[in-house]
């Protein structure tokens, strides 16, 4: 089974970033229902691993805290983008969850993410657009900014790589509580 762990966004963030989904051809826009912000993709774990998960995601204690998303963005760069993105204002609280949610998955047995967690909301996938191309888009969208909205919980959901796109499903979810 293909998993990550997420936070979803509640229906009038969802929207709001909808709503900038537009203005460029030949870009794969995530559906809306896709939009979250990923703490940690783990790829494929077979039964033993997706319980360990469970467990070590079912004892992450942590408070309830404010996100506010802000910007837009590319990865890996501008002159070669292949994801746009939407981005978030620096939160700690949203980094130490995101700590422990890789602490609980590496004692699950996965190893380690080596890239550092650079926390943002994919909005579409590019495959031969120059960087050109994406800039108006990028200047246009670049103070683009939600009102903040409370994470109450994260969740495990399982994704499905199909011809028309993946298809996510939500396994477990983990309330934030204190």
Same mark, same amino acid.
């Given at each position: 089974?293909?998993?990550?762990?997420?936070?979803?966004?509640?229906?009038?963030?969802?929207?709001?970033?909808?709503?900038?989904?537009?203005?460029?051809?030949?870009?794969?826009?995530?559906?809306?229902?896709?939009?979250?912000?990923?703490?940690?993709?783990?790829?494929?774990?077979?039964?033993?691993?997706?319980?360990?998960?469970?467990?070590?995601?079912?004892?992450?204690?942590?408070?309830?805290?404010?996100?506010?998303?802000?910007?837009?963005?590319?990865?890996? #760069?501008?002159?070669?983008?292949?994801?746009?993105?939407?981005?978030?204002?620096?939160?700690?609280?949203?980094?130490?969850?995101?700590?422990?949610?890789?602490?609980?998955?590496?004692?699950?047995?996965?190893?380690?993410?080596?890239?550092?967690?650079?926390?943002?909301?994919?909005?579409?996938?590019?495959?031969?657009?120059?960087?050109?191309?994406?800039?108006?888009?990028?200047?246009?969208?670049? #103070?683009?900014?939600?009102?903040?909205?409370?994470?109450?919980?994260?969740?495990?959901? #399982? #994704?499905?790589?199909?011809?028309?796109?993946?298809?996510?499903?939500?396994?477990?979810?983990?309330?934030?509580?204190?």
């Amino acid at each position: 089974m293909r998993l990550f762990v997420a936070i979803d966004l509640p229906e009038e963030v969802r929207q709001s970033v909808t709503d900038i989904c537009r203005g460029l051809a030949g870009v794969r826009w995530l559906p809306p229902e896709q939009l979250h912000l990923t703490l940690r993709f783990m790829g494929e774990a077979d039964d033993a691993v997706n319980a360990a998960i469970r467990k070590g995601l079912a004892t992450i204690a942590s408070p309830p805290f404010p996100l506010t998303l802000s910007g837009t963005g590319c990865f890996p #760069s501008p002159r070669r983008p292949r994801v746009l993105w939407v981005g978030l204002n620096s939160s700690e609280p949203l980094m130490e969850l995101q700590q422990k949610v890789e602490t609980a998955v590496a004692a699950a047995g996965l190893p380690t993410e080596e890239r550092p967690f650079s926390p943002h909301i994919t909005l579409a996938r590019l495959r031969d657009h120059r960087g050109g191309d994406v800039a108006p888009f990028l200047a246009q969208n670049a #103070s683009f900014a939600s009102g903040p909205f409370m994470v109450d919980a994260f969740h495990l959901y #399982s #994704s499905i790589l199909t011809a028309k796109g993946a298809i996510h499903r939500r396994e477990a979810s983990y309330p934030l509580v204190g």
